[in-house]
Every structure is written in C-alpha cells, then in structure tokens.
C-alpha cells in the first residue's frame, strides 16, 4: 500500500477542530434550541467522530477493505438500533384481543 | 516462500521490505502490517455491536422515561464531563503523534508521546472517580445506595431517575474499563518502545494501539451529549 499519513500540521488543526467542537457542544447546551439541542449535539458529535476516524484514525488515508469494515459496523449497529426502535414503538398499534 | 515465487518477476525480492520484524506468514512487511490494521477494525466493529447493545437500551429506555432520563441527567456536573472530553481529545491528539513518531523510528519521541498518552488517561480515570465518589455521597447509587431528594428528582418518578444512573454507571463503567485496558496496552508498548523493540518498519503494534485508544475516545465523544447534556442546560 502506497498510502500517505497525514502531517503533524494535520494532527493539529484536527486537535484544535475537536477542542473547538467540543466547546460548542457544551455552550449550545445554555441556548434553548427546543428538541434541537439534541439534534444539534449529536451532530456535532458526528463531525468529531469523524474528523477522529477520518484523520487520527487514517480512515482518510487508508483502503476500501478497511472502510468496508468500519460501513458493515455502522450497518449491523443500525439493524440493532432500529429493528429494535421498531419492535418497541408499534407494540401499542395492535390491541392484543380477548377480555 | 517458495523457489518460483521468489523468482517470478512479480514478486522481485528488491521490491520487498524483508527485515527481521517479518513474521513468516506473511509476504513482506506491508502485508503484515495492513493484516495487523485489518484485525483491529474488525475487532472494532465488533466493539461497535458491543457498546452498541447499552446505546439500543439508552435511545429506547430514554424515548420511554424521559423526564426521568432529563432530571437524571440535570444531577451530572456538565463542567466535569467537558473537562473529561477535553482531556480525553487531548490524550487522541498525543497518541496520534506516538504513532507518527513509531512510523518515523523516533524512540524518544514515542517513549514522551506515550507517557502523555497514558498520563491523560490517569487523569481522565481520576476525573471519573471524582465523579463517581459524589454521586455516592449524594446516594444515587442504584442497587447499592440509591436515596435521592426530591430536588434531585425534579419531579421524575424515582424508578425511572434510577433507571439513567444504572445507564450512566454502565455507560461510563464499561467506557472506564475500556480506558483502564487501553492503558495497560500503551504501558506494553511504552515498554517495547524503551527496549528498542519499535521501529519504523515494525510499529504496527503501536499503530493498533493507536486505534483502540482512539476509538474509546469515539464512545466518549458520544456519551458526554448523551449522559450529561440531556434537555439542555439554559435556564
């Protein structure tokens, strides 16, 4: 594999990308977005795992076998979360019969 | 290897890193290395199913008991957890330069980087155990001491506040464990490194290292929104 590795530089901004992340994070915390504050500190939280995947971890930089596997981890881990979401959540639709 | 292989023109044994670092499984140190990186993601991706079962349980238990889940949440200190994740984001930032200071075969460096490493994960454990004290002494233990006011239950029924401290001490617990094996793994290869045994051919040990410390960091980057943020914190 030819591949290339990212710079001290690189480490760099990404750290100092993550501390800021990390800071808006817990200042959004103090506005009132509604339902949004949730929605808006998991995205960030998104960003951050990916900048350290991405970059620290060389997923960037690395190939298609490797991703393959990182792809097939968020696809089981989304059959788990939602084929159970699903079970839970439509129990109440359907009244069970009898007294 | 075998006579033909070496010989055919494919595989020209000028193009190959042979060292003594070369297990003999494989062709040559490049092979070894992305097999090294390989098992690792896929242990990672099991890792991912692993946390990913508590992570289930949380979003469903979480959709079912909020306002127990929110009054639970509002009794974290949210200063201690962002200090935690700084911490921890630190602790990534230097074990990614250990492992660009493996790959550069600079010994002092990596040995510097890893005591770091492994110093910033001390004191993210030691936050913890803070964290963990205080909430003994406020007696929101589930199971073991679990008497909460009714200030800290904000108008939550009990069992369900009980119900997210059982999800953070797991949370948390099995990320802790997850940091206190980290650590124990980047003290061998501290150790390997003060015996030379790192080189810049042979760093694929630190290289994996680096990705079990960075993912842990992952589970944490997730858990401090999750545990200690829920609802928001505005008045």
């Given at each position: 594999?030819?591949?290339?590795?990212?710079?001290?530089?690189?480490?760099?901004?990404?750290?100092?990308?993550?501390?800021?992340?990390?800071?808006?994070?817990t200042?959004?915390?103090?506005?009132?977005?509604?339902?949004?504050?949730?929605?808006?500190?998991?995205?960030?939280?998104?960003?951050?795992?990916?900048?350290?995947?991405?970059?620290?971890?060389?997923?960037?930089?690395?190939?298609?076998?490797?991703?393959?596997?990182?792809?097939?981890?968020?696809?089981?881990?989304?059959?788990?979360?939602?084929?159970?979401?699903?079970?839970?959540?439509?129990?109440?639709?359907?009244?069970?019969?009898?007294? | 290897?075998?006579?033909s292989?070496?010989?055919?023109?494919?595989?020209?044994?000028?193009?190959?890193?042979?060292?003594?670092?070369l297990?003999?499984?494989?062709?040559?140190?490049?092979?070894?290395?992305?097999?090294?990186?390989?098992?690792?993601?896929?242990?990672?991706?099991?890792?991912?199913?692993?946390?990913?079962?508590?992570?289930?349980?949380?979003?469903?238990?979480?959709?079912?008991?909020?306002?127990?889940?929110?009054?639970?949440?509002?009794?974290?200190?949210v200063?201690?957890?962002?200090?935690?994740?700084?911490?921890?984001?630190?602790?990534?930032?230097?074990?990614?330069?250990?492992?660009?200071?493996?790959?550069?075969?600079?010994?002092?460096?990596?040995?510097?980087?890893?005591?770091?490493?492994?110093?910033?994960?001390?004191?993210?454990?030691?936050?913890?155990?803070?964290?963990?004290?205080h909430?003994?002494?406020?007696?929101?233990?589930?199971?073991?001491?679990?008497?909460?006011?009714?200030?800290?239950?904000?108008?939550?029924?009990?069992?369900?506040?009980?119900?997210?401290?059982?999800?953070?001490?797991?949370?948390?617990?099995?990320?802790?464990?997850?940091?206190?094996?980290?650590?124990?793994?980047?003290?061998?290869?501290?150790?390997?490194?003060?015996?030379?045994?790192?080189?810049?051919?042979?760093?694929?040990?630190?290289?994996?290292?680096?990705?079990?410390?960075?993912?842990v960091?992952?589970?944490?980057?997730?858990?401090?929104?999750l545990?200690?943020?829920?609802?928001?914190?505005?008045?």
């Amino acid at each position: 594999m030819n591949e290339e590795n990212p710079s001290v530089e690189t480490y760099i901004v990404v750290f100092v990308a993550l501390l800021i992340l990390a800071a808006l994070t817990t200042g959004i915390a103090y506005i009132n977005l509604g339902t949004l504050n949730t929605v808006v500190a998991l995205a960030i939280a998104a960003v951050k795992m990916s900048l350290v995947g991405l970059f620290f971890m060389h997923l960037w930089y690395s190939r298609g076998l490797t991703r393959i596997v990182v792809l097939a981890g968020f696809f089981w881990l989304a059959l788990m979360v939602l084929f159970t979401l699903a079970d839970v959540f439509s129990r109440s639709w359907i009244k069970p019969p009898g007294p | 290897m075998s006579e033909s292989a070496a010989s055919s023109p494919l595989a020209a044994p000028s193009a190959r890193h042979l060292s003594p670092a070369l297990h003999h499984q494989f062709e040559d140190i490049e092979q070894q290395r992305d097999a090294g990186n390989f098992g690792m993601w896929v242990f990672l991706a099991t890792e991912m199913l692993f946390f990913g079962g508590v992570f289930t349980g949380y979003i469903m238990y979480r959709s079912l008991y909020y306002p127990g889940f929110a009054a639970g949440s509002h009794g974290l200190e949210v200063n201690l957890g962002a200090a935690m994740t700084f911490v921890l984001l630190a602790s990534s930032f230097t074990m990614a330069m250990a492992v660009h200071a493996a790959r550069a075969g600079r010994r002092g460096m990596l040995l510097g980087l890893l005591f770091a490493t492994i110093l910033l994960g001390i004191a993210f454990l030691g936050m913890k155990f803070t964290e963990y004290s205080h909430k003994w002494h406020e007696q929101m233990v589930p199971g073991l001491n679990f008497h909460p006011s009714l200030t800290e239950l904000r108008g939550a029924p009990e069992h369900a506040v009980e119900l997210f401290l059982c999800f953070y001490f797991f949370m948390t617990g099995l990320h802790a464990l997850h940091m206190i094996i980290g650590i124990g793994l980047l003290s061998v290869m501290a150790i390997l490194a003060w015996r030379g045994r790192i080189s810049c051919e042979h760093y694929n040990r630190v290289e994996v290292s680096g990705l079990y410390w960075h993912f842990v960091d992952i589970i944490w980057i997730y858990l401090f929104p999750l545990l200690y943020l829920i609802g928001g914190r505005y008045k």
